[in-house]
C-alpha cells in the first residue's frame, strides 16, 4: 500500500469514523497475509487494551495452519509488514496481533473531522447514517394521570430520551411518544373525587398535584367503605361514571378532557425542564374503539379467547396484589383487579401457559376494556399510522411479564410488525419517597437536587460573583446530578437514590462532568486575546502535539463515533456516560503537561486547539445525553 488510498469495505465509513480508515488499513495487511476476503478481515479488527491501538485475536479466523504462524505471517516484513501513511508498527502477542497508528496521520484525521463538523460532511462528528430511510417509535415517560410521576417514570423518561438521541445521532427517523395512562376506572373515580374535594383554582394551579389529592382523598372513601363494610357507593359511582365514559358520554368526558389537558400542560413544564420533548402525546384513551374490537375479533379468529373464572383471576389478582404493596400502583394491576369484580359474569383470557406467561384477561366481564387490549390494539394503530420499522418500549422491569404477554399475543396474532418490538427494560430506584413514606413528585427532587448546587457555589464567593445566571446554572448541574446517578450503572441494575453522593463534586458525577466542561471552555477564554485558533486548522502543526498524553487524548476523541454506535447496540446510556468519565479523567491528567498559557505561540495554538476539539466532543456526548453543557459554574 503505496499511497493512502483505502478500499471501500462495507461497514467502514471513515468519512464519519475516522479510526475506521486504520481498521480497513490493518484489513488489507492482514487480507494480504492471511488470504482473507477483506470484509472477515475488517470485521477482526478491535479496539485495543491500554496503550495498544487495536488488536487482533487471530484464533478468531478458523484458519487452518498454527497461531504463532500465521502471527508471523502478519508481522514479518518478508510477507506484508511495511509501516505506512495508517500504520506503523505491528507486535505479535499469541494469540494476538497489536497495530500501532502512525500518530500524524491519527491527529489529522480525527482532529480535522471534529472541525469539520458538521458542514461539508452532513453530520456532526459523532453521528453517522447507518438508520437512513428507517423510523422507530420509541414510546417512554408514560406516567399516569392522577398519580405520582414516581422514580420509574423518571427513569423511562431518561433513559427513553437518551434513546431518542442516540437513534437520531444513528441516523433514524424518530417518533418520540409518551403514552399517558389516562384511561380506566380510576378516572371514574377521579370524578367522583372531583365532584366532593375538587376545585376549579386549584386545578388550574397545579393540575397534577391537585388531582393526586382528589384521588389520594376519593381513595380512602372508597376502602373506608369496604373496610366498614358498608355499602360500596364509591366505587360503584366511578364504574358507572367510566362505564359513560367508555360509551362515549359527552358530559362526563368532557370533565376527563379537562384532566388530561391540564395535566399535560403541568407534564410539559418539566419536561421542558428536563430538557426532554414529545413528538406525540398518546394515551390508552386514545387507543380506538374500532381497533380494539378488530383486537378482540381476531383473537376469537384465531381460536386464542378462553373464558376466566373468577376463581383464576382471583388468584391472579393477589399475586398481584403482592406486586402492588412492594411498590408502585400500576395501571396494569388495578386493571387486573378489576378484571374481577367478585364474580359477576365471566372474564376473557388468552391462555399463555405453554410459554410459561399465565393466562393474561383481555376482557372484563362487563365487557369493558383492559391494559393489556389497549396495548394490543394500540400497537396495531400505531403500526398503521407510522410503519414503523421498530417500536420501544420503555418500561420498568415490574412489567416485564405484561410487556411479554402483550408481544407473546402480537406474534400469535400473526402480526407482520410483531418482530420489530422490543421491551427496554431498566431496574428501580430505592429511596425515592419522603421519611412518611410517601412519594416525592418530580418537581421537589429536582429543586432538593438544586439547592444542593447552589448552596454549594455560594460557599466560592469569588467565582459566584461572575455567574450570570445562578438560579439557571444551579438547577442544570441539579440535573446532570440527578441524570447521571441514574445512567451511571447498566439499565438492569436498580439503585439507591441518594441526594447526597450525587451532588458532589469528588468521583464521578454530574457535577464533576459540568466542571470538566467549564473547564475546557475556560481555557480559551483565559488566553484570548493572546492566543487564538486559526479558522483553518489545516494551519496548525499537530506534530507539535508530542506528548504521550496528547495522543491518548486524540484517540479517545476518536473513539466517539464508535461510542455512539455501540451504545445503539446495547441500549445502554452508560456506555456514554463512561465515555465521558474517561475522557474527562484523561483531560483533567494532562493540564499539567499540556498547559497553553505563557508558550511558544504555535504551540499554544496547538495545544488550545486539542482541548477545543476535547470541549466540543465532551459538549456533544453530553448533549447526548441531555444534558445542558455549561461554559461557567
Ligand atoms: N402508564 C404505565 C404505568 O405507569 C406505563 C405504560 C407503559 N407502556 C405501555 N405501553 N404499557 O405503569
Known amino acids: 500500500m503505496s499511497s493512502s488510498v483505502l478500499p471501500l469495505i462495507e461497514g467502514a465509513d471513515p468519512a464519519n469514523f475516522p479510526l475506521d480508515s486504520f481498521k480497513v488499513a490493518i484489513a488489507v495487511l492482514l487480507s494480504k497475509a492471511l488470504d482473507l476476503s477483506l470484509d472477515t478481515a475488517f470485521s477482526g479488527v478491535d479496539f485495543g487494551r491500554k496503550g495498544v491501538d487495536f488488536t487482533v485475536a487471530v484464533p478468531r479466523f478458523r484458519l487452518k495452519s498454527k497461531i504463532p504462524e500465521l502471527i508471523e505471517k502478519v508481522t514479518s516484513t518478508v510477507y506484508s509488514f511495511t509501516p505506512n501513511h495508517y500504520l506503523e508498527q505491528c507486535v505479535g502477542e499469541s494469540p494476538f496481533v497489536h497495530f500501532y497508528v502512525r500518530t500524524t496521520t491519527l491527529f489529522k484525521l480525527v482532529l480535522e473531522r471534529i472541525h469539520q463538523s458538521p458542514a461539508s460532511n452532513g453530520v456532526p462528528f459523532g453521528s453517522n447514517w447507518q438508520g437512513a430511510g428507517k423510523k422507530v417509535v420509541i414510546e417512554f415517560s408514560s406516567p399516569n394521570i392522577a398519580k405520582p410521576f414516581h422514580a420509574g417514570h423518571l427513569r423511562s423518561t431518561i433513559i427513553g430520551t437518551v434513546l431518542s438521541n442516540l437513534f437520531e445521532a444513528n441516523g433514524w427517523d424518530v417518533i418520540r411518544m409518551n403514552y399517558l395512562g389516562d384511561w380506566g376506572k380510576q378516572f371514574g373515580l377521579l370524578a367522583v373525587g372531583f365532584k366532593r374535594y375538587g376545585s376549579e383554582e ?15 382523598k376519593v381513595n380512602r372513601d372508597a376502602a373506608l367503605e369496604k373496610e366498614r363494610g358498608e355499602p360500596e357507593i364509591t366505587d360503584q359511582k366511578a364504574r358507572e361514571v367510566f362505564r359513560k365514559m367508555e360509551s362515549g358520554d359527552e358530559s362526563t368526558l368532557s370533565l376527563w378532557r379537562r384532566f388530561r389537558e391540564l395535566s399535560i400542560h403541568k407534564y410539559a413544564e418539566v419536561y421542558n425542564r428536563l430538557n426532554v420533548r414529545f413528538d406525540v402525546y398518546a394515551g390508552e384513551s386514545l387507543v380506538r374503539s374500532d381497533h380494539i374490537k378488530a383486537a378482540m375479533a381476531a383473537l376469537e379468529a384465531n381460536n386464542l379467547l378462553t373464558d376466566k373464572t373468577s376463581k383464576e383471576s382471583n388468584n391472579n389478582w393477589k399475586e398481584k396484589k403482592v406486586a402492588m404493596s412492594l411498590g408502585t400502583l400500576r395501571t396494569a394491576e388495578e386493571e387486573d383487579a378489576e378484571a374481577n369484580p367478585s364474580g359477576r359474569g365471566v372474564a376473557k383470557a388468552v391462555d399463555l401457559n405453554q410459554w410459561k406467561l399465565g393466562k393474561p384477561v383481555v376482557q372484563k ?36 411479564l405484561h410487556v411479554a404477554q402483550f408481544f407473546k399475543i402480537v406474534s400469535l396474532l400473526n402480526a407482520p410488525f410483531a418482530d420489530r418490538l422490543e421491551h427496554v427494560s431498566f431496574g428501580r430506584v430505592n429511596g425515592m419517597s419522603t421519611r412518611k413514606g410517601d412519594v416525592k413528585f418530580l418537581d421537589e427532587i429536582l429543586d432538593t437536587a438544586k439547592e444542593a448546587m447552589l448552596a454549594q457555589m455560594q460557599q466560592k464567593e469569588e467565582k459566584f460573583k461572575d455567574i450570570e445566571d445562578p438560579d439557571y446554572t444551579a438547577d442544570q448541574i441539579g440535573m446532570t446530578c440527578v441524570k447521571v446517578q441514574d445512567m451511571q450503572a447498566k439499565r438492569v441494575h436498580s439503585y439507591n437514590f441518594d441526594p447526597q453522593r450525587m451532588t458532589s463534586f469528588e468521583g464521578d458525577t454530574g457535577a464533576y462532568l459540568q466542571y470538566a466542561h467549564v473547564r475546557l471552555c475556560s481555557i480559551e477564554r483565559k488566553v484570548a486575546p493572546t492566543v487564538v485558533v486559526p479558522s483553518d486548522p489545516s494551519q496548525i502543526n499537530f506534530d507539535l502535539l508530542a506528548e504521550p498524553k496528547a495522543r491518548e487524548i486524540v484517540f479517545i476523541l476518536g473513539t466517539y463515533p464508535d461510542v455512539v454506535r455501540t451504545a ?41 486547539f486539542l482541548y477545543m476539539s476535547a470541549r466540543d466532543v465532551l459538549g456533544s456526548a453530553m ?10 459554574m
Open 202 to 216: 386549584s386545578l388550574a394551579n397545579n393540575a397534577i398535584m391537585h388531582l393526586f389529592d382528589v384521588y389520594v
Open 568 to 608: 445503539l447496540k446495547t441500549y445502554e446510556p452508560s456506555n456514554i456516560v463512561s465515555f465521558c468519565f474517561r475522557l474527562s479523567h484523561i483531560i483533567s491528567s494532562a493540564w499539567e503537561t499540556l498547559i497553553v498559557m505563557g508558550q511558544e505561540h504555535e504551540l499554544a495554538q496547538a495545544r488550545l
Open 623 to 632: 448533549r447526548l445525553l441531555s444534558l445542558s453543557p455549561l461554559t461557567r
Open 365 to 400: 366481564p362487563d365487557g369493558t376494556t383492559i391494559y393489556i387490549m389497549r396495548d394490543i390494539a394500540g400497537v396495531f394503530q400505531r403500526y398503521e399510522q407510522y410503519k414503523f420499522d421498530k417500536h420501544i418500549y420503555v418500561v420498568g422491569d415490574q412489567q416485564e
